[in-house]
Structures are given as structure tokens and as C-alpha cells.
T-cell receptor
Framework: NAGVTQTPKFQVLKTGQSMTLQCAQD?????MSWYRQDPGMGLRLIHY???????DQGEVPNGYNVSRSTTEDFPLRLLSAAPSQTSVYFC????????????FGSGTQLSVL | KQEVTQIPAALSVPEGENLVLNCSFT??????LQWFRQDPGKGLTSLLL?????REQTSGRLNASLDKSSGRSTLYIAASQPGDSATYLC???????????FGKGNQVVVIP
């Protein structure tokens, strides 16, 4: 099993550009989530999904969109990138919300100029 | 909202010493608590998950204890090794157990 796979690993955007961060898991996990990690701020939840077709906002959802059309994939979209979105983004999944261990991808380092 | 604090933010210990890392949380009505390890430039790896009904959980040289009533958890790493150098984060659920609140981590350096 590959676990949780994130692409790309690095990305540089200009302000106003859009892009999609990809996340896929092969563990048949129902729950998937996106976090951003910033120095001094720790990990903050952006959006999460408890199953295909179901998404909800986390702590810092503004500027990001998500959808969950399949169990395996949970892409994160930046519609109009801003410098404040410069961060390291992590996708994570688990079988049952927070009741089971959370598995993380290796992260995407995003810089918005 | 659940607030999670980890003190100290950074510490260095000589190889062979036992490590003690502390995590505190504000809302004691938690379902469980997880400890994670993060290496530089990498994602997080879950080390231990303690259910609210448990007082401790062990895996090899790692032992995590949980005291819900006082809002505290401690991660013990016995006989530390240079390979234990990493950042350790704790996390607890909030808002119906579909969200995790993370501490900012304890950055550990084990000196050979």
C-alpha cells in the first residue's frame, strides 16, 4: 500500500493564480482532511470529509475549496492564491474520524509570490 | 475550541537519557489523544493513540500516559537515541470527534 499520496511536493504560484493540490489514499479510509502547517501556528484544519459526497469546513477554510467524488481522492483547490496561503499543506486520512490513528501524506510546500 | 499546549518548545538531551514530553489540553471531555512524530520536511507519523478509558499506552521504548481530569498527557521515551531527534506533537479531538486540535510540538535533539 502506498498510504496517503500528495502531489506536487513543491509548487510556486503567483498571486491570483489557481491550482489544485492532489491527495489520494489506498486504504479505503472514509475520513480525509487537509491541514496547513505554519511556523509558530502549528497545524490547522482547513477542510475535512467523512465520506464520498460529504465535506465540511475546518478552522481556516477561507480561500480553499474541496470536493469528494470518490473514497480515494480529496483534492484541495486554491481559486485565487494569496501570499498568506504560503505554507506546507498536509493531507491525512483515517478509517473512522479521530477514533483511529491518522495517516499523513508527505506534504506540499507551496509558495505564493 | 480545544487548546493544546506543549512545553518546552525545544529541548536537547544526551544520548541514553530518558525523555519526558508534556501535553496539556483545555477541554477534558476528550475521546482519545494521539502522539505524533514529525521529521524535518516530512509528514506526521502517529506513534500512540490512547483512548479516554486508558491511562497509558506503550510501544517499544515509548510510553504515553493520559490524565483526563487534569487535562494532561506525557510521552516518555526511554534510553533516548540520536534517531529519536524529531518534533513530537500531540493532538486531541474536538467538535464531535471529526476534528483534531494539535499542539505546536516539542522539538527534540538527542546529542550523541
Amino acid at each position: 500500500n502506498a498510504g496517503v499520496t500528495q502531489t506536487p511536493k513543491f509548487q510556486v504560484l503567483k498571486t491570483g493564480q489557481s491550482m489544485t493540490l492532489q491527495c489520494a489514499q489506498d486504504m479505503n479510509h472514509e475520513y480525509m482532511s487537509w491541514y496547513r502547517q505554519d511556523p509558530g501556528m502549528g497545524l490547522r484544519l482547513i477542510h475535512y470529509s467523512v465520506g464520498a459526497g460529504i465535506t465540511d469546513q475546518g478552522e481556516v477554510p477561507n480561500g480553499y475549496n474541496v470536493s469528494r467524488s470518490t473514497t480515494e481522492d480529496f483534492p484541495l483547490r486554491l481559486l485565487s492564491a494569496a501570499p498568506s496561503q504560503t505554507s506546507v499543506y498536509f493531507c491525512a486520512s483515517t478509517a473512522a474520524g479521530s477514533r483511529e490513528k491518522l495517516f499523513f501524506g508527505s506534504g506540499t510546500q507551496l509558495s505564493v509570490l | 475550541k480545544q487548546e493544546v499546549t506543549q512545553i518546552p518548545a525545544a529541548l536537547s538531551v544526551p544520548e541514553g537519557e530518558n525523555l519526558v514530553l508534556n501535553c496539556s489540553f483545555t477541554d477534558s471531555a476528550i475521546y482519545n489523544l494521539q502522539w505524533f512524530r514529525q521529521d524535518p520536511g516530512k509528514g506526521l507519523t502517529s506513534l500512540l493513540l490512547i483512548q479516554s478509558s486508558q491511562r497509558e499506552q506503550t510501544s517499544g521504548r515509548l510510553n504515553a500516559s493520559l490524565d483526563k481530569s487534569s487535562g494532561r498527557s506525557t510521552l516518555y521515551i526511554a534510553a533516548s537515541q540520536p534517531g529519536d531527534s524529531a518534533t513530537y506533537l500531540c493532538a486531541v479531538p474536538y467538535y464531535g470527534n471529526n476534528r483534531l486540535a494539535f499542539g505546536k510540538g516539542n522539538q527534540v535533539v538527542v546529542i550523541p
